[in-house]
Structure formats: C-alpha cells, structure tokens
C-alpha cells in the first residue's frame, strides 16, 4: 500500500494523510482502503490497486478489472460517500462501473487538472493573508459557506443545520491550515490545506468575495499559502481545479503551479 501512496504523492496525498494520521483502522480512519491483486494476495506479493471507502470514495490505481472488484464491493453495500474523486482514468472507469446502482450523478466533473508547485511562488504572497484563529470561527465561517454552495452547488448547512461542516472547519482552524484576509469583520480571501501528508499538501476552498474579484487577491493569497507548504512546512502543494474555470487556471499559473495529472469528481 505505501508502495502506491510513494509512487505518485500528488495524486495519491488525500489518502495518504489519513494513512499516516490513523493507520488502517477503520474506525480511526473513517473508511476502509480496499487493496486489489487480481493474482491473489499471496506472500511477497503487491497491491496493483488501491481504492479509499470513506466520505468520498477514492480510487487511485487500478485497472478494468480491479475497478470491476471494487465496484461490486461497493454495491454491495448502501451508498455512503457524497462524491468519487481521484485519478481521471480510475474514477471515471469506476463511475461507469456503478452508474447503473448508484446514479444518476448529480454532477459529472470529467476534466479537472491536478496541478502542484514544489517551489517558492512566483508571485508575491500577500503579507494580509495569515492562519485564522479559533475565535474567529464566526467570521471565517460565512466565508467559507459561500464558498461551498459557489464551487459544489449545495448548501453545507442542509441536513443537519450545519453543525457537522460547522466542526470540520472549526477541526481546520485549529490545526493551523485555515487561511484568510480580512477587512474589517470580512473575509475577502480564504484557502484551506485540506489533506497534509508528508510530502504533499492539497490547497481547497480558494475564494474570494465577489465584491473583491478583479483585484488580485487571488493570486497574492494563493501564494501565501504555497509559500506556507512550500517554504515553511517542506511540503509540495498542490490542488485541482475545474478545467472550466479559466479565471482559477489563469491565477494558478501565474504562480507558478505547473499540471501534474489529471482527476474527474462525481458529485451526488
């Protein structure tokens, strides 16, 4: 298993993270990572493929046949993640698997580059932009609601009134990974590392209040982040964007994030 989180840190750092935090065990993890032989496991032997059963399901290797194993694994039991995410090639073969179970999908995000820096950034990080503090959670998490229902198309409060995204981005703040400019009591710029693994942390949630766009907030932030990861913390960062979004892409190269792969989202 290390073996294929080792061979493409990047893609694989999602994953990862949670692997080096709590080990396998499901309960700690959240999930289950379901490995695939089609040899059998049999002593010496190595996974050639590897998929993540939690909140979201995250195929990262694996061909036809180890997506078929994976999906009938999956289908045998009710549908718990909200969204697949991963690889291109993976999800996308694997969603193809399950459509007929588990879809129609709400949305389909087939062409997202996966992008990463492993150097300082090329544009100047914006000296405004610093990790929020536990008392701010009240004025952060406006921010950080309308940044959801803007990139997911659903409003995070729905269901339980907010309470679980609520702790997810207060558990974020008090590690240290929730980024924000304010103005006054406004957020106008915010990012989150979301997954922290050893070599890798993955940049989410970037945004910046509609008021505010056309500034150049974006870009100063985003690099305060990566110089964040990069610089202070050792880490590469990386982070996927919605091929459409040509304002976002735009941001990101002028940082210097270079593409390294390719992932795809389905949404439910």
């Not at 995250?58 to 993640?81: Q, T, W």
């Not at 969603?95 to 709400?106: I, Q």
């Not at 950034?121 to 610093?130: E, F, I, K, N, T």
Request: net charge positive; proline share 7%; glycine share 12%.
């Amino acid at each position: 298993m290390r073996a294929v989180l080792t061979a493409d840190p990047v893609a694989s750092c999602m994953v990862a993270s949670r692997v080096e935090s709590v080990g396998l065990d499901p309960w700690r993890l959240g999930g289950e990572v379901w490995g695939c032989d089609p040899r059998g496991l049999r002593g010496g032997g190595r996974l050639d493929a590897l998929c993540f059963a939690g909140p979201n399901l995250i195929p990262l290797r694996g061909k036809r046949s180890a997506l078929r194993a994976f999906a009938d694994r999956a289908v045998r039991r009710r549908r718990m993640c909200s969204s697949m995410v991963g690889p291109a090639e993976q999800v996308l073969g694997l969603w193809a698997e399950l459509e007929n179970d588990w879809g129609p999908a709400r949305e389909v995000r087939a062409d997202q580059p996966l992008m990463a820096i492993s150097e300082p950034p090329r544009v100047a990080p914006d000296p405004l932009v610093r990790p929020v503090r536990p008392e701010e959670l009240e004025r952060y998490l406006p921010a950080a609601i309308a940044m959801f229902i803007e990139e997911v198309g659903i409003d995070p409060r729905v269901g339980d009134g907010g309470a679980g995204y609520r702790a997810r981005v207060a558990e974020l703040i008090a590690a240290g990974r929730a980024f924000a400019r304010f103005d006054g009591r406004d957020v106008v710029f915010k990012a989150e590392i979301g997954a922290l693994s050893g070599a890798v942390g993955q940049i989410q949630g970037v945004w910046v209040h509609p008021d505010r766009r056309g500034e150049g907030l974006a870009g100063g932030g985003t690099a305060a982040v990566v110089n964040r990861l990069v610089t202070t913390m050792g880490r590469t960062a990386s982070l996927y964007v919605n091929a459409y979004n040509t304002p976002a892409r735009a941001v990101y190269d002028r940082v210097g994030f270079t593409q390294v792969g390719q992932y795809a989202t389905v949404l439910f």
